[in-house]
């Protein structure tokens, strides 16, 4: 039964022990107390901010009921190939170093995904970028795909800016 929690190894840790938990009803305290582990460190593995180790992956799977030994331990073992797997994987993507962090505030800058992404990060680089990154997006989404995503913006916000640097980097009035 609980094998097939381990199929889906880009959910993490956290995720499948709390949902295995919340299906046996019980409280983030009350596996604290039949685990025997502090209910501050149940709270950090549900969250994802600590790792788990083999001893409370054993001490979990008894409280819970578990007959499958370090299920927990497994099930964080894949997710972290995963996350390896799509780290290393062969995607392409801009200069990074063209590109300002702070550019991308409100987000994790070594995490974007320049491909699933592409129509924010455009948008974003045409709004608030400089020349540099202008054209470090120009040249890796190349000049068609920006003025098809920039077409379709409807937001009015930045537009004054967006619309100065699409004349400017792309000789272009998109809004034809």
Known sequence: MYDAYLKYNHIPLGAILDRIRTKEHLSQREL???SGIPYQRINDFI???RRISPENSLRLEKALGIDFQCFF???QT???I????KQHSEQ???DRSKFRKTLFWDTDFDALDWQHNSEWIIQRVFDY???TEIKEAIRFYGRKKIIDVLRSVKDPWNEKIR???IKKYLKDDIKN
């Not at 995963?82 to 797997?85: F, L, N, P």
């Open 47 to 49: 969250a994802n901010r």
């Open 129 to 131: 970028g400089n020349a």
């Open 78 to 80: 894949n997710y972290d």
């Open 73 to 75: 331990y497994q099930a």
């Open 163 to 165: 619309n100065i640097n």
């Open 92 to 94: 392409p993507s801009p």
């Open 82 to 85: 995963y996350i390896a797997t």
């Open 32 to 34: 604290a107390l039949r």
